[in-house]
């Protein structure tokens, strides 16, 4: 095997089964930083032993393998150590309980032997509960929302600090820091690799949502850069949904997220243009939306409906997207019923932007002077202050009533806001479009 094959193997496998890596060695060893580092290890390993020797029958048995060997390795020399601290108190006369004894669950867990003497690690009914037990953790609310999503992508996206940097335009060591600072952070507060109790777990739910969603956002809207899709994140981002609607089926939530989801993505084929710029909404060829995604948007909200507990935020703006989905046109897009939709999404998780979406459906339902009260609303109130959405917004507006020198203000405070090269490109030709 070439050495470019067997590293394209570790990757791929690594990508796939890495959560579950983490995971299992998490519950081995009872320490999670100890398995993502332990995990990392064999991932390095993996990719000198492979090229050379070629891909192993079981290749995540063999991850999980070499993994728990170097925690074994790991538990012995912390053995020995404690061992030669329990002499040198006993040598200064401190003697007593303590002294000579071994802390519990330092000689590693039983069944430290060979992978086949019985102790069996890799256990399919524990696999789901491991990876969701990572996913609780990884996005624990002791941590910042940063670290939350560096460390996600990190043990349960399997992505590389590298990937994640070029993913945020930062630093490679600025992520590598919030992934370290991360782990410190779950061992100082003693966070217990487990599942959340029910009790805990609704509260908990939140935080793990929060992460995949603004991680497809910053995918399917970047922030900055030269591109206005990274359409990797946000299939990553997908993919964890998927991931979480299996492990917790019975969270509408979950499933509400996961339409949201499929449904946005669904529209990336048409977003942009062969040079890769931006199309609006209604220049957009709705035959190039995936059919496939909405169906699978549809499938998720409507299992989302059933669970008649209520739509929740996420399930709200599925709801919306849907409105999209099915319409076959800008013009005939159910807007009074988005206005609605957006009216239950304040009350629920009010916001500056749920708001200011909710002013575009105004105007697309009412027409632009019903709109911009709304708008200058949340201009007085310093809502969105550096964000170039709200003047974005208020200047098509302003357009549309022909107030052509307020608008071109209001774009020209959005293009000098924006940080996406894409978007500002066009608002640079609204711009030049304006009489």
């Known amino acids: 095997m070439s050495g470019a094959t067997g590293r394209e193997a570790v990757a791929a496998v690594w990508r796939i ?107 399919p009914d524990r696999i789901d509960d491991d990876v969701l037990a990572l996913m609780f953790i990884s996005c624990h609310p002791v941590l910042s929302r940063e670290a939350r999503v560096a460390l996600t992508l990190r043990v349960v996206g399997g992505l590389t600090s590298d990937e994640i940097a070029r993913a945020f335009l930062v630093a490679t060591a600025t992520v590598q820091a919030r992934i370290t600072r991360a782990k410190k952070t779950l061992g100082a507060a003693r ?32 922030s900055s850069g030269a591109e206005l899709i990274r359409a990797e994140l946000a299939g990553e981002a997908q993919r964890l949904a998927r991931v979480l609607a299996r492990l917790m ?86 807007w009074d019923r988005i206005v609605v939709l957006y009216e239950a999404l304040g009350r629920l998780a009010p916001s500056p932007v749920v708001e200011l979406n909710r002013a575009v459906a105004v105007s697309m339902a009412r027409g632009p002077a019903a ?30 009533l022909g107030r052509g020198g307020e608008a071109r203000a209001e774009l020209e405070r959005a293009a000098r806001l924006c940080g996406n090269e894409r978007e500002r490109t066009v608002l640079e030709r609204k711009i030049a479009a304006l009489p």
Not at 373 to 383: Q, T
């Open 17 to 123: 089964e890495s959560a579950r890596i983490v995971g299992a060695l998490a519950r081995y060893t009872g320490d999670f930083a100890l398995a993502e580092d332990l995990a990392q290890e064999a991932l390095a390993e993996a990719l000198v032993t492979w090229p050379r020797d070629g891909v192993p029958g079981n290749p995540a048995g063999w991850l999980l393998t070499v993994g728990r060997r170097r925690a074994i390795d790991a538990f012995r020399r912390r053995a020995v150590r404690d061992d030669r601290y329990a002499a040198l108190a006993r040598g200064l006369g401190e003697g007593g309980a303590a002294a000579g004894a071994v802390p519990a669950g330092s000689a590693g867990p039983a069944g430290t032997g060979d992978p086949a003497d019985g102790d069996v690690l890799w256990d």
């Open 191 to 222: 966070v217990p690799f487990e599942v959340p109790p029910a009790a805990e777990r609704a509260g908990r739910l939140g935080s793990v949502l929060n992460v995949i969603y603004v991680v497809f956002t910053e995918g399917a809207s970047a």
């Open 249 to 334: 089926p019975g969270e509408p939530e979950v499933h509400g997220l996961l339409a949201l989801l499929e449904l946005t993505a669904a529209r990336f084929p048409a977003r942009t243009g062969p040079d890769g710029e931006p199309v609006l909404l209604e220049r957009q060829d709705r035959g190039r939306w995936d059919r496939a995604a909405i169906g699978r948007g549809h499938a998720a909200l409507a299992r989302a409906v059933r669970a008649g507990r209520g739509l929740g935020p996420y399930g709200l703006q599925a709801a919306i997207a849907e409105c999209h989905a099915v319409a076959p046109s800008v013009e005939a897009t159910d």
């Open 371 to 400: 709109a911009l009260p709304i708008v200058d609303g949340l201009a007085a109130a310093g809502a969105l202050a550096e964000s170039h959405l709200l003047p974005t917004v208020r200047g098509e507006l302003l357009t549309r």
